[in-house]
T-cell receptor, first 115, second 115 residues
Framework: AQSVTQPDIHITVSEGASLELRCNYS??????LFWYVQSPGQGLQLLLK??????LVQGIKGFEAEFKRSQSSFNLRKPSVHWSDAAEYFC?????????????FGTGTRLTIIP | DTEVTQTPKHLVMGMTNKKSLKCEQH?????MYWYKQKAKKPPELMFV???????INESVPSRFSPECPNSSLLNLHLHALQPEDSALYLC??????????????FGPGTRLTVT
């Protein structure tokens, strides 16, 4: 069965500083990987995804992530954070074909931005 | 229109009540999902409908009964719930792309409180 580990429960970053959120996955085949963001009491918004091809993927809001098979990692990065980036971030691995796909989420990383 | 809508936003119900949650999308997506998210936890998959047929049931108790009347609509019927069922219930939809990849779009959720 697939699993996702997000080692950092809470990260605090100064506005304008760079950000890296860690994600490690466990899956027997080529993984489908996702990063979602959730503001308090809201649904999840997809930031980016990796299915195949280029291991560096670009997403919305200036985020990018790099898939490293050798390290089973899919870390999320942003060169300069904004106060509006404060939220909960979830990494997820997808298994199964369309219509039967199951997303397994990590426990999340809460991002706080300080002025 | 890239939106998944959910009604109601909030619901308070007693343990003997019967209520329903509604989810709607008009993106032409043919797979729809119900997730349950407890406070400070990641979403957990409950059900998947593919082409209006139930394809995954993650061993959810029978007091939760999903229904997919058509390709745009997904309901979750609730009956005789327990206080521990209080959570944010998220609906999502997805469509397969030409590349074979997919991504799930989430609604804002229904905050359910069982008293």
């Amino acid at each position: 069965a697939q699993s996702v580990t997000q080692p950092d429960i809470h990260i605090t970053v100064s506005e304008g500083a760079s950000l890296e959120l860690r994600c490690n996955y466990s899956y027997g085949a080529t993984p489908y990987l996702f990063w979602y963001v959730q503001s308090p009491g809201q649904g999840l918004q997809l930031l980016l995804k990796y299915f195949s091809g280029d291991t560096l993927v670009q997403g919305i809001k200036g985020f990018e992530a790099e898939f490293k098979r050798s390290q089973s990692s899919f870390n999320l990065r942003k060169p300069s954070v904004h106060w509006s980036d404060a939220a909960e971030y979830f990494c997820a691995v997808g298994a199964g074909n369309f219509g039967n796909e199951k997303l397994t989420f990590g426990t999340g990383t809460r991002l706080t931005i300080i002025p | 229109d890239t939106e998944v809508t959910q009604t109601p936003k909030h619901l308070v119900m007693g343990m003997t009540n019967k209520k329903s949650l509604k989810c709607e999308q008009h993106m032409g997506h043919r797979a729809m999902y119900w997730y349950k998210q407890k406070a400070k936890k990641p979403p957990e998959l409950m059900f998947v409908y593919s082409y209006e047929k139930l394809s995954i049931n993650e061993s959810v108790p029978s007091r939760f009964s999903p229904e997919c009347p058509n390709s745009s609509l997904l309901n979750l019927h609730l009956h005789a719930l327990q206080p521990e069922d209080s959570a944010l219930y998220l609906c999502a939809s997805s469509q397969v792309m030409r590349t074979g990849s997919y991504e799930q779009y989430f609604g804002p959720g229904t905050r359910l409180t069982v008293t």
